[in-house]
């Protein structure tokens, strides 16, 4: 398939945004300016990044769902029958029948009432959080190592904020006994699996806490739906706690492989977002394409679980190798696996030499994660051989000596 690009783009100069040049010089002299790779295959096990061949350890593909024959099966009957677009948003005209059949399906997979599909997971807390928290009386209290997209939310409610230190529950139960008495509403929320260091959020003790002080508990499971609890239903039904947890978040765009996000809740959740939910009531709906892709991921999650043990098999090889070499994995428990080196130019370069290695891993950086945590991030799937593990292992071996990050 051919796509058309512009020759010659035009430059224009303007006075008013020379700012930027000075923005984007600071990124450089602190070696965080990048440019952006460039995947030229299908996200895969072995994929064609930048023009080479690379074993990548940096997607959130789990399953391999990407480039699964029914999805991609499913995506275009559904475009032939729906057409490419909405052209809508959902509460004008843009629900079709198979909107609202995702929308059970996925209630079903999380075990609750109902549930709502919006464009991606970012939306999705944030339109959650910021319609559920519409006061000053309200308060969120929140894990400090959360994604954007809760972060983001609770800026856009009116509640007050209170982060409390990674899994800490004595900090959490403190900021409940002072701030929760004269709230009108209190939220607790918390990635499922966090999403840097791959480490599960400890759910019995958040809900514990949570009936104490009858606070909602939100659980944003983007990279725990698919991968985590029985048939990957996610960190609830990890620890059995389903039906003790009001708001579950998941997104179709990682282990699902296609694009949105939801929250599986109750009926009355679903009712109050239909009507109170910014980018549900003002961007529009997602393509019939995207919806079908997602209803065959379903289906394989629920049938196939070979996918869902190698993934595990998988990650649990790969990591007892970066262990025993004598690696930094930090907290991880699951597929998401930093190597962490603890410097921005040391990550940066031990991401380039694997890369010549033919091993993508993305190094991650202040600020995305705090100073002296600059690591690489892996993550396995299920559709790298054992081959493949074998191979990236040794680079790391190999780089990680010739950096001196390892001195065996
Ligand atoms: C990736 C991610 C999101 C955003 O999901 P998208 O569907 O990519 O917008 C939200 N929360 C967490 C924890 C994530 O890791």
Not at 139 to 154: K, M, P, T, V, Y
Not at 356 to 364: K, P, Q, T
Request: charged share 20%; glycine share 8%.
């Amino acid at each position: 398939m051919t796509i058309k690009t512009t020759p010659e783009a035009p430059v224009h100069k303007f006075s008013s945004m020379k700012f930027l040049t000075q923005e984007l010089d600071d990124l450089k002299k602190t070696g965080q300016f990048r440019n952006l790779k460039i995947l030229e295959s299908p996200q895969q096990a072995v994929s064609l990044i930048n023009g080479r061949e690379v074993i990548n350890l940096t997607s959130n593909n789990y399953l391999g769902l990407a480039t699964h024959p029914a999805l991609i099966e499913n995506a275009r009957a559904a475009t032939s029958a729906f057409g490419v677009g909405t052209a809508a948003v959902r509460s004008i005209i843009g629900t079709q029948k198979i909107h609202q059949n995702l929308e059970k399906r996925l209630a079903l997979f999380k075990g609750t009432e109902a549930a709502v599909v919006l464009q991606s997971g970012f939306a999705t807390n944030i339109a959650v959080v910021q319609s559920v928290l519409s006061d000053e009386q309200d308060i969120l209290i929140s894990d400090e190592l959360n994604h954007a997209s809760i972060i983001d939310g609770g800026r856009l409610s009116k509640a007050k904020r209170f982060i409390y230190p990674h899994k800490n529950m004595q900090a959490l139960e403190s900021l409940l006994k002072t701030h929760a008495p004269g709230a009108r509403r209190r939220m607790i929320v918390t990635d499922g699996v966090f999403s840097m260091d791959g480490d599960v959020a400890p759910l019995p003790e958040i809900v514990e806490i949570a009936g104490r002080f009858d606070a909602i508990v939100m659980v944003d499971d983007a990279h725990a739906s698919g991968v985590m609890g029985p048939q990957g239903r996610g960190t609830p039904a990890y620890f059995g706690l389903t039906d003790r947890i009001p708001i579950h978040i998941g997104t179709l765009s990682k282990a699902i492989a296609a694009m949105g996000g939801y929250v599986a809740s109750t009926q009355e959740m679903q009712d109050f977002l239909f009507h109170k939910a910014r980018p549900f009531l003002f961007s529009s709906s997602h393509p019939a394409s995207v919806i079908a892709t997602c209803m065959a991921a379903l289906d394989i999650l629920e049938t196939d679980s070979a996918r869902l043990h190698r993934l595990w098999d998988n990650a649990r090889h790969f990591k007892a190798g970066l262990v025993n070499m004598g690696f930094n994995t930090g907290a991880s428990e699951t597929p998401i696996t930093p190597v962490i080196i603890g410097d921005t130019r040391l990550a940066r370069a031990m991401e380039e030499r694997l890369f010549e290695e033919g091993i993508f891993a993305l190094s991650i950086t202040y600020p995305t994660v705090a100073k002296g945590k600059e690591r690489l991030r892996t993550i396995i799937t299920s559709e790298h051989s054992n081959q493949h593990l074998e191979t990236a292992l040794a680079a790391f071996h190999k780089i990680g000596r010739l950096l001196g990050i390892l001195n065996k």
